[in-house]
């Protein structure tokens, strides 16, 4: 058996110095050396129980040998397509009976061997053609020199092979349940719950495996040698370098050939193309996705576009081995987007808008008669909304808004007004909006720049507290209104329980404090203080004043927390 190993190395080896030598940039040369497959032909040994990978030029066939030693051995060869189909077979070749590895030194003798054995067809065992992962598997095969022989019709392309006399005992791949598919269990507009069985080799075998999800828009993965084909961040490695462009040593040191010092003395052609390279780094990345979950058996999918189709490949890897398994792969679609409601608005009447987190409301308003000026009255209950309003399909306003704001635009004859409102991303947002072509008979009150209630601490006492906030030029009603907190009320948590929109309708009798009337002409002696009196000492208190306007809509000012003095 020693002779045999010695005779396919002497056999290979004048194969390997063939492989490394360089194309010409001579193009009809080139396309002649192409043609000649003996120029190419590029031969190995697979060793037994591991998996090699090789690149394989568009028609140019490619062969390995492996040797099965005794007679009755069980034989397994697998071979997984990249990204192309291919054709591959496996033929049992007759050896020479005169083969020796004591050789003369003179190669005619040698070479006449090499060509015996590639010039026999020899006795094929199984051929395939596609790019699914197939399997040839014998339990009792004979001795002798097992040729492999693949080629690729399409495209240059990568592919793996794994060889083994010992099955039964390497299983590196991971074993399929027998329930192979992915099912989808839920559906929605940006998500997709997946779930799939449990491969054996985990929960039989006891062997480390994890699960690789795939998501794409275009089909189904029969490998992951196909998907990290496609994940390549530079599709350089993907493809050898064409004819007609300058071949840079990088690219040959990628596919094997040496790249040492004196070759580019040797081979002054060997110039790295700008154009190439700006050819490879503009390509755009593949609408994909890999996510590795680890041994879960479920998994939702987020972040997926509405109404799209999507294709997703789950993969079985054997963490030792890194070799991995294909599931049955799925597609589905994601629902639909919700259609927007729009909601009418009527001229001069309050509508109430309560709108999801990161969510949106479209509002339209289309006065009944002519108009000069519209004007928009926006309070703000919580966060910060987003509004944009078209008129007639042109974008007249776009800004962020706060507590209640006013915008009078230019009106036009049978105009109609859409409304955009879009929510926080902090939560859900609720606001009050109203449209008028009629502004001095308006429902909501008029407000100072400033809402923020000012507390003096030198007049506070261990049972009063005084406060001051500002008015308008119109006469508003304003109530003041009191209540007891813990004494860690944090600024955090008043921002919280912040909702402009509730009134003093919503607050308990006890806490009112009073109301009252006052405006000035004067907007800076528009001020008003106030005392409020019968409080504990060393208690917190939080103040609310609401501005009540001529339609009984009411808005907050910014609420403040007050401490009595513990001690007079």
């Not at 693949?150 to 074993?175: G, I, M």
């Not at 993907?238 to 040496?258: E, I, R, T």
């Not at 049978?414 to 449209?435: E, V």
Request: aromatic fraction near 10%; charged fraction near 25%.
């Amino acid at each position: 058996m020693l002779l045999l190993h010695w005779f396919v190395f002497l056999l290979l080896l004048p194969l390997y110095s063939r492989t490394q030598k360089l194309p010409t940039r001579d193009e009809e040369l080139f396309q002649m050396q192409i043609r000649d497959k003996a120029f190419f032909h590029d031969s190995s040994v697979i060793p037994d129980g591991a998996e090699i990978s090789s690149f394989l030029f568009r028609d140019t066939p490619k062969r390995y040998f492996f040797v099965v030693e005794e007679d009755n051995t069980p034989l397994a060869v697998t071979v997984t397509p990249c990204d192309a189909p291919l054709e591959w077979k496996l033929n049992l070749q007759e050896l020479p009976e005169e083969a020796s590895g004591e050789g003369s030194g003179e190669p005619e003798p040698l070479e006449q061997q090499k060509q015996q054995i590639i010039n026999e067809e020899g006795t094929e065992l199984f051929s395939y053609k596609g790019n699914d992962v197939e399997y040839f598997v014998s339990p009792s095969s004979p001795s002798g020199l097992y040729q492999l022989e693949l080629l690729s019709t399409e495209k240059d392309t990568h592919f793996k092979v794994y060889a083994t006399t010992t099955p039964e005992s390497d299983q590196p791949y991971p074993e399929l349940p027998y329930d192979p598919r992915v099912d989808v269990t839920s559906l929605g507009r940006t998500t997709v719950t997946l779930a799939w069985k449990p491969s054996p080799t985990a929960s039989l075998l006891k062997q480390p495996i994890q699960y690789c999800i795939v998501i794409n828009k275009e089909h189904n993965f029969k490998s992951l040698c196909a998907v990290e084909a496609k994940l390549s961040s530079d599709d350089a490695f993907m493809m050898a370098p064409k004819p007609g462009l300058d071949f840079s040593l990088f690219d040959f040191a990628h596919f094997g050939f040496p790249s040492d010092n004196n070759s580019g003395k040797e081979r002054s052609f060997l110039k790295s193309s700008s154009k190439l390279s700006r050819q490879m780094s503009s390509k755009p990345r593949v609408d994909l996705q890999k996510i590795c979950i680890g041994n879960k058996n479920i998994f939702t999918v987020s972040d997926l576009k509405p109404d799209t189709q999507y294709y997703f490949d789950m993969f079985a890897v054997n963490v030792n081995t890194n070799m991995s398994t294909a599931y049955v792969g799925t597609f589905a679609r994601t629902k639909e987007e919700a259609k927007q409601k729009t909601v009418e608005l009527k001229d001069g009447k309050v509508t109430d808008v309560f709108i999801k987190r990161k969510g949106a409301k479209f509002l339209r308003f289309a006065p009944v008669s002519s108009h000069q000026k519209v004007t928009f009255f926006v309070h703000s209950c919580l966060d910060a909304v987003q509004i944009q309003i078209r008129r007639d399909g042109k974008l007249l306003l776009s800004q962020n808004i706060e507590e209640v704001r006013q915008f009078q635009l230019r009106g036009k004859p049978k105009a109609k007004y859409l409304i955009r409102l879009k929510g926080s991303k902090k939560g859900a947002s609720m606001l009050k909006i109203l449209a008028t072509t009629r502004p001095n008979k308006q429902s909501f009150p008029s407000l100072p720049e400033d809402t923020r209630i000012k507390a003096f601490d030198k007049l506070r006492t261990c049972s009063s507290a005084t406060v001051a906030w500002l008015g308008t030029q119109e006469r508003n009603k304003f109530c003041i209104y009191k209540k007891e907190v813990d004494g860690n009320y944090s600024e955090e948590q008043k921002k919280r329980e912040q909702n402009q929109c509730l009134g003093p309708d919503t607050r308990k009798k006890s806490e009112k404090v009073l109301c009252k009337y006052f405006h000035s002409q004067n907007l800076q002696k528009a001020v008003t203080t106030e005392t409020i009196k019968g409080l504990q000492p060393g208690k917190s208190y939080l103040l609310d004043v609401y501005v009540i306007g001529h339609g009984g809509h009411s808005v907050k000012y910014q609420s403040k927390l007050v401490k009595t003095r513990k001690f007079c």
